[in-house]
């Protein structure tokens, strides 16, 4: 079994381990913050790797595998796959790698805009690999019966966001190519089904002109993660903000530049990087 020696410490005073691609996981870190200010944080960015999207399952799965066995051996007591590409990878499992540990992750929020659109057209903004994924077939068949559900990979935009660029002529570009053509099909609902999109959101208002509603599910997933830790008395005790230590298997200095920014508070930041199939700091 996978967890084998690398026993998490459960206590309250462990750490809430989150992990994405890359810098996308920070939007749902800061719904993380907001909820739950007490708890320490461990986040690993893989911007080495970054995009996942065009990857393969398979590879998706073996770097969210190792970056699992990272935040446990530096005592997660919860896993934060804060990514939709790797949670329709390998969320399944790491479960089951992992049975002991308390896993939440994410799923292209469909159900919520099937429920609110109005027009019956809602249009889901993922990665090429979110879409391929069983999770998201799973979610489309239960959740949306009736409802038209318009896709695009908005293709290059994880590297727009990456690069800090979140509404310059290229970023709207792909935004608009996206866009235009769910507007003009009637869409009213558009759902953020990749983490790094909910930066871009003042941009995706503006081109559809406050005509939709966008969901980012970030707030859910907060709120996920603080029942799983209530209903194991797992939640830290302090009121007061916990510190945050952040690494990047890409370039460091970028990386301390853009998370403050989308943050919206500091961090620890260290480099870690991969030899081979593993991730050490
Ligand atoms: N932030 C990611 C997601 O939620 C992955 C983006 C990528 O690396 O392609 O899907």
């Not at 967890?3 to 939007?27: H, M, R, T």
């Not at 969210?64 to 969320?91: H, P």
């Not at 510190?243 to 998370?259: R, S």
Request: proline share 7%; net charge negative.
């Amino acid at each position: 079994m996978i967890s084998e020696g690398l026993k998490a410490d459960s206590g309250q005073n462990a750490p809430i381990g989150v992990f994405d691609s890359g810098i996308g996981g920070l939007s749902v870190l800061r719904a993380i913050r907001a909820l739950l200010p007490g708890e320490r944080i461990l986040y690993l960015a893989d911007q080495g790797h970054v995009p996942y999207g065009p990857r393969p399952m398979a590879e998706i799965q073996q770097f969210s595998e190792e970056i699992t066995r990272f935040l446990l051996a530096r005592g997660a007591k919860l896993v934060v796959v804060a990514c939709n590409t790797a949670s329709a990878a390998a969320l399944h499992h790491l479960r089951a790698s992992f049975p002991g540990i308390p896993f939440v992750g994410m799923e292209p929020a469909v159900k919520p805009a099937a429920e609110h659109t109005k027009s019956g057209v809602v249009g889901v903004l993922a990665t090429p690999a979110t879409f391929q994924g069983a999770l998201y077939a799973s979610v489309v068949e239960r959740f949306a019966q009736g409802v038209t559900v318009l896709q695009d990979t908005c293709p290059g935009l994880v590297q727009q966001i990456e690069a800090g660029d979140l509404n310059g002529a290229g970023t709207r570009q792909i935004l608009e190519n996206a866009l235009h053509p769910m507007l003009a099909k009637g869409v009213d609902t558009v759902v953020m089904g990749c983490t790094h999109y909910p930066f871009v959101i003042p941009l995706i208002e503006e081109i559809c002109g406050g005509k939709v509603r966008v969901i980012d599910p970030a707030p859910a997933v907060a709120r996920q993660a603080q029942r799983l830790l209530d209903a194991r008395g797992a939640k830290a005790r302090e009121e007061a903000k916990a510190p945050i230590v952040a690494f990047t298997t890409g370039a460091l200095n970028p990386f301390q530049m853009i998370l403050p920014e989308l943050l919206g508070e500091t961090a620890e930041m260290w480099a870690a990087s991969w030899l081979g199939s593993v991730l050490s700091a």
